[in-house]
Nanobody
């Protein structure tokens, strides 16, 4: 079955960096559009960044210039490089893979930005 497994979350100080990884299995990775979403307590899950099967990217306005999404098709992995982190980036980050009508989610990884 399809699995998306996130890693790389943790506690970081404001201004710091983290790199999230999402390893996919059980799917033809190159055919999927991949994305990172986040959800903080009391808020809806929101799109952070996405990358199409062809490599086109888009970002939430709140992370443009600070976050970079990329994919390694040889390793079936999508990454989210997060720089200049702010306390408001604190959330559970989820990996998502879409190929209509299929839609898969990882279990999430916690990112906490605090001094």
């Amino acid at each position: 079955q399809v699995q998306l497994v996130e890693s790389g979350g943790g506690l970081v100080q404001p201004g710091g960096s983290l790199r999230l990884s999402c390893a996919a299995s059980g799917m033809i990775f190159t055919r999927y559009n991949m994305g990172w979403y986040r959800q903080s307590p009391g808020n809806q899950r929101e799109l952070v960044a996405a990358i199409t099967s062809g490599g086109s990217t888009n970002y939430a306005d709140s992370v443009k210039g600070r976050f970079t999404i990329s994919r390694d098709n040889a390793k079936n992995t999508v990454f989210l490089q997060m720089n200049s982190l702010k306390p408001e980036d604190t959330a559970v980050y989820y990996c998502n893979g879409k190929r209509a009508p299929l839609d898969y989610w990882g279990q999430g990884t916690q990112v906490t930005v605090s001094s």
